[in-house]
């Protein structure tokens, strides 16, 4: 039975799974490896700005498109890693994390009866932004093991009603990083349908193994009808702190920027002078950080994969993810749900990730955005479970 009082728009949509299963982890005491939450600070120059600006007294309403030093410090990221150029007064907004930036852009876009594509499986917030919009979600799976897609399952899926396609890149939930080939697909049909691209990049900085992050705005012909999205919580662990922002061409971020004055209207004051500090660190500091988590996902993977699992590659993100089929099992929720008593672990279904509840339903999410010790730890205790299971 739904709330008696929620609106019809948010029916079925209930408490995020981040939410119930990292309550999970603090009532058994287990490993959180569900939520996408570092357990280490970020650089200590970022730290050292946002004391420094709370002490400079940086502590009341910022400006609603976000401080200048901040947009500027945007623009100047665009630029210097995808030479991007962006007028940081006309062409940047900072919003309260990615997620507001999303949900804006969804709102902006979308109008009651219109279509936004998404690649399944997606991150949760995208089905509910599409619903409070009024609009209708069509989605193009993504299929294991390298959760590629079929360009013409993805041509088939604009409909005369579809404004916008929704382009997650590096992935979540699966670490995926679409190729170059691939945008360039994506690519080619918002330009033969004239729809606009909200494309979410907050782990940009964050690809392995040599494999390159390519920024949706920089193919040919697609920086005038793409709305970009990061995020200074994944780009310097610090996720609590709600610093997100937009790029793009004038037109789109003025209308993202009306909806969202209308949702927070500003956040983060104090935070936006830090994270404007953090985007103007070396090159060295953001080739380290994503060296320093793919050794942490080359920390936990064997551990899964002794444990049992059937392991998907991931070449971004903090997360990878893995079939439980080899366990007997099928319903990765029910499996998830019951791993913190089983070993003392928490992950995260993918099922809630998808339309097709059958493509995800024996697959698992897990996060290595821990320390080593950390991951050690939760792989010696699923190893155990899977000793048990044979």
């Known amino acids: 039975m739904g709330t008696p009082r929620l609106t019809s728009k948010l029916d079925g949509f209930g408490t995020t799974i981040f939410a119930e299963m990292s309550a999970l982890a603090v009532a058994t005491g287990s490993i959180n490896l569900g939520q996408g939450m570092p357990d280490t600070d970020g650089p200590a120059e970022v730290l050292d700005a946002a004391v420094e600006a709370i002490r400079a007294g940086h502590n009341q309403y910022p400006p609603g498109p976000g401080i200048p030093a901040l947009r500027a410090a945007v623009a100047e990221h665009q630029q210097r890693f995808y030479g991007l150029a962006w007028d940081p007064d006309t062409d940047v907004l900072v919003t309260c994390g990615a997620t507001e930036a999303i949900a804006a852009a969804l709102l902006a876009l979308l109008d009651t009866g219109d279509e936004a594509i998404v690649f399944e499986p997606y991150y949760d917030s995208y089905g509910a932004c599409i619903s409070m919009a009024g609009a209708q979600r069509r989605t193009v799976l993504l299929r294991a093991p390298d959760f590629s897609f079929d360009p013409d399952e993805l041509r088939a899926a604009v409909t005369d009603r579809t404004r916008v396609i929704l382009l997650n890149t590096p992935h979540n939930p699966t670490g995926k990083v679409f190729t170059r080939d691939e945008v360039a697909t994506v690519a080619d049909v918002a330009a033969e349908h004239d729809l606009v691209v909200i494309s979410d990049e907050v782990y940009e900085h964050l690809t392995f193994d040599a494999v390159p992050h390519v920024p949706f705005a920089s193919l040919p012909g697609m920086a005038e009808r793409t709305v970009s999205i990061g995020s200074g919580g994944k780009c310097f662990s610090v996720t609590g702190w709600k610093v997100g922002w937009v790029t793009g061409p004038s037109e789109l971020v003025t209308a993202v920027r009306t909806a969202k004055q209308f949702l927070t209207y500003v956040s983060s004051g104090p935070f936006q002078h830090a994270v404007a500090a953090g985007l103007r660190l070396p090159d060295a500091y953001f080739a380290e950080s994503a060296a320093d988590m793919q050794a942490k996902r080359d920390r936990l993977v064997p551990g899964l994969v002794d444990a049992g699992f059937e392991v998907y590659p991931t070449?971004?993100?903090?997360?990878?993810?893995?079939?439980?089929?080899?366990?007997?099992?099928?319903?990765?929720?029910?499996?998830?749900?019951?791993?913190?008593?089983?070993?003392?672990?928490?992950?995260v279904p993918c099922s809630v990730f998808y339309d097709d509840a059958d493509a995800g339903r024996a697959l698992v999410r897990f996060g290595f955005c821990k320390q080593h010790h950390v991951l050690d730890e939760a792989a010696d205790r699923l190893r155990a479970l899977g000793g048990a299971g044979r």
């Open 315 to 347: 070449s971004g993100t903090y997360f990878v993810v893995a079939d439980i089929t080899p366990f007997g099992e099928q319903d990765g929720m029910a499996f998830c749900r019951s791993l913190p008593d089983r070993c003392g672990v928490v992950a």
